[in-house]
Each structure stands twice: as structure tokens, then as C-alpha cells.
Nanobody, 125 residues
Framework: QVQLIESGGGAVESGGSLRLSCVLS????????VAWFRQAPEKAREGVAG???????DYRYFAQGRFTISHDAAKNTLYLQMNNLHPSDTAMYYC???????????????????WGQGTQVTVDS
């Protein structure tokens, strides 16, 4: 049974940093695609950063230069390092995964089958 469990969220002041983690378990393949998404109240879920089997990450414009996605396959853990956080980054953050190694558009939520429950990030002004 595939499970994704996020952690690392919390409340920080504007300009602060957080590192989110997502432990992936139950995958039967060595390679798969993974990504982070977020959803603020009354807004649609949006992609933040994603990696597939080619290893090169894709970032949404707001994450470029501030966020870093990494995947430690040996630990089955996905990370999102977030620096210089803004109040506009306040949202529930979700990790997602799929067996499709070449998922194409890495930040399209409809391409991912497995999702975690989310971890809340709140940035105070």
C-alpha cells in the first residue's frame, strides 16, 4: 500500500525558512515522479516543484530562486527547502507521486495518482 506522509510545516515570520519532508512508502518501482503542490484557502491547488526520472526539477515562477526540491531515493524521502518565505506562501502543502517515470508536465496535479494528507505552512507578516 502506497503512503505519503508529510512533515515540517509550521508558522514562521516573513523571510524565514522551512524544510518540508515527505516519506514515501509502498512503492514497488525504483524510479517514479514526485512533486510538491500547495493550496491556499479558496484557491485552486497549484504546483510548486517536481522531479521525474530525468532528475531535472521544474519550479513554478514563485518558487524559483527561493525553493529547492530534492529526492533522496535511498531514504524514500522527498524534501522541499523553502527560503525567504512570504505571507503569500501560506497554504497547505502536499507531496504527490506517480509510477510514471516520465510524467511530462511535472506540475499538473492531474498526472499524479498518490497524495499525502498535507502539512500547513503559515507565514506571518
Amino acid at each position: 500500500q502506497v503512503q505519503l506522509i508529510e512533515s515540517g510545516g509550521g508558522a514562521v515570520e516573513s523571510g524565514g525558512s522551512l524544510r518540508l519532508s515527505c516519506v514515501l512508502s509502498g512503492f514497488t518501482a525504483d524510479m517514479y515522479s514526485v512533486a510538491w503542490f500547495r493550496q491556499a484557502p479558496e484557491k485552486a491547488r497549484e504546483g510548486v516543484a517536481g522531479i521525474d526520472s530525468d532528475g531535472s526539477p521544474d519550479y513554478r515562477y514563485f518558487a524559483q530562486g527561493r525553493f529547492t526540491i530534492s529526492h533522496d531515493a535511498a531514504k524514500n524521502t522527498l524534501y522541499l527547502q523553502m527560503n525567504n518565505l512570504h505571507p503569500s506562501d501560506t497554504a497547505m502543502y502536499y507531496c504527490a507521486a506517480d509510477y510514471n517515470r516520465n510524467i511530462g508536465v511535472k506540475l499538473d496535479p492531474s498526472r499524479y495518482k498518490f497524495w499525502g494528507q498535507g502539512t500547513q505552512v503559515t507565514v506571518d507578516s
